[in-house]
């Protein structure tokens, strides 16, 4: 299936019947937007022991433990499949809730987000608040890690550049994902995003929660805001029990991967 959150676009293969075999090779095959189908993040939907497992792969083939918005696509099928109204998913992060919000809206439950240093991770132990790099960043886990800058334009920063070069600073061992933020009204944030492994994208959930824990630690905002995305809007609620993050989804279309395009793959 070619699903989309906001414009951060994801194929979602379904290996609840069949095992399929998924490789970082064939992940990126299928990521390739000119000789494959094109994709932000591919999920594979997997049986497990709650209602659904969720496996996540970059374009570049690389793996990630958390993607908030297609977690959310996902929920939203498997909502309308089965007729439940919430979920219980599992992924490397942890276990997750969704819950259909109303109006075509989903909300997922990302779990508590990660402060600490070595949990992020970080090379080493400094300020997760205040970053010891230019503009002071703010680091936070998300079950993938994320470098927060604050900044007065969010529409002035060369952000293929700019997102290309912290992707890999030293501090992040794992690569991180890059955000640049503009507070815009009381609990309201303008924001862009790079993506580890990826590149610009429309969207991206795990770097809204990211943003909103990020700005309600640094006391610019509440702990409920609403993100403007190249792609859309999108509310995020950081609570006791976790970073909800809700917003609308997308099924654009499912189909067959051709014998002749697996066999291509050699």
């Known amino acids: 299936m070619k699903m989309h ?33 094109g994709f932000d993040q591919l999920a594979v939907i997997e049986n ?22 297609a977690t959310r696509c996902i929920a939203r099928f498997l909502m309308e499949e089965t007729g439940k109204q919430t979920l219980t998913l599992t992924t490397e992060r942890g276990t997750l809730y969704a819950s259909d919000a109303g109006d075509g809206l989903t909300s997922v439950n990302m779990g508590l987000p990660q402060l600490n240093w070595h949990e992020i991770p970080l090379t080493e132990d400094v300020d997760t608040l205040e970053l010891p790099i230019e503009g002071a960043p703010t680091a936070t886990g998300m079950g993938n890690p994320h470098c927060t800058f604050f900044v007065d334009n969010a529409e002035a920063i060369p952000l293929a550049e700019f997102g290309a070069r912290y992707e890999y600073h030293p501090l992040y061992p794992e690569r991180t994902n890059v955000q640049v933020a503009q507070l815009t009204g009381p609990d309201h944030i303008r924001m862009r995003v790079w993506e580890r492994g990826v590149g610009i994208t429309l969207a991206s959930g795990s770097s809204s929660c990211a943003t909103a824990v990020a700005a309600a630690r640094r006391g610019l905002t509440g702990r409920k805001v609403q993100i403007e995305l190249d792609g859309g809007t999108i509310w995020i609620d950081w609570r006791n029990d976790g970073v909800w993050m809700t917003g609308p989804t997308a099924h654009v279309f499912s189909g067959l991967l051709t014998p002749e395009f697996l066999r291509s793959l050699g």
């Open 5 to 37: 959150g906001l414009g951060n676009d994801f194929v979602i293969v379904d290996a609840r019947a069949h095992e399929i075999g998924v490789t970082p090779a064939l992940a990126q095959a299928i990521g390739h937007r000119q000789f494959g189908v």
């Open 48 to 69: 497990g022991a709650s209602d659904a497992h969720l496996v996540f792969y970059n374009a570049d083939g690389s793996t990630s433990a958390a993607c908030g918005n």
